[in-house]
């Protein structure tokens, strides 16, 4: 009888040490808030984004079918080689983040030069949740 309540013993204090673990390592949210603190952004999950064919709550095309990583090569819109360093000079007075998420959400508010208005998927900014365009602007912002 006495083993037998040594081992519920032991059984109990081992399921709450796993519900005590567990509960730690199902976080990774506050991680990424560790990485970013400013924004919130995922710069691994922006970039898996990015790359899908298909994104957002109404299958919009994915930012690679217009955009290329690659230096000088344009598909439909600019190539976003150094993305990162040409935001913080793109328009004066706007924060390279402040200006990628406007790109993002708001094409239309500022034009790049040598291509045309419109082009760009206009619907990101409500097909998108907040952490998306978030995790977006964080990848592009690592595009030193
Ligand atoms: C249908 C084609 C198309 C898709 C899809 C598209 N873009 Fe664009 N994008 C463009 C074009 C064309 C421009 C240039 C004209 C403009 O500024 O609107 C542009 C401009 C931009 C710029 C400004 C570039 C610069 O050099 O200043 C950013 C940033 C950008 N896009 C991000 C994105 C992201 C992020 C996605 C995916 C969520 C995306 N785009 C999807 C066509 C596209």
């Known amino acids: 009888m006495r083993k037998f309540s040594l081992v519920v013993l032991l059984v109990l204090a081992l399921s709450l040490l796993l519900a005590a673990c567990g509960g730690g390592g199902s976080e990774p949210a506050s991680d990424s808030a560790a990485v970013a603190?400013?924004?919130g952004g995922n710069a691994a999950n922006g970039e898996k984004l990015y790359k899908q064919p298909v994104i957002g709550k109404n299958s919009a095309p994915g930012c690679n079918t217009c955009h290329s990583l690659d230096e000088g090569v344009v598909l439909?819109?600019?190539?976003?080689?150094?993305?990162g360093t040409r935001a913080a000079t793109a328009v004066s007075g706007q924060s390279a983040e402040d200006y990628l998420r406007e790109s993002i959400t708001n094409p239309?508010?500022?034009?790049?030069?040598?291509?045309?208005?419109?082009?760009?998927?206009?619907?990101?900014?409500?097909?998108?949740?907040?952490?998306?365009?978030n995790d977006l602007v964080a990848f592009l912002m690592s595009l030193k």
């Open 37 to 39: 603190p400013r924004s």
């Open 108 to 133: 239309n508010a500022h034009v790049t030069e040598g291509y045309a208005q419109g082009v760009m998927y206009q619907n990101y900014g409500t097909d998108l949740t907040e952490q998306e365009i």
């Open 76 to 83: 439909v819109g600019p190539s976003h080689a150094g993305m």
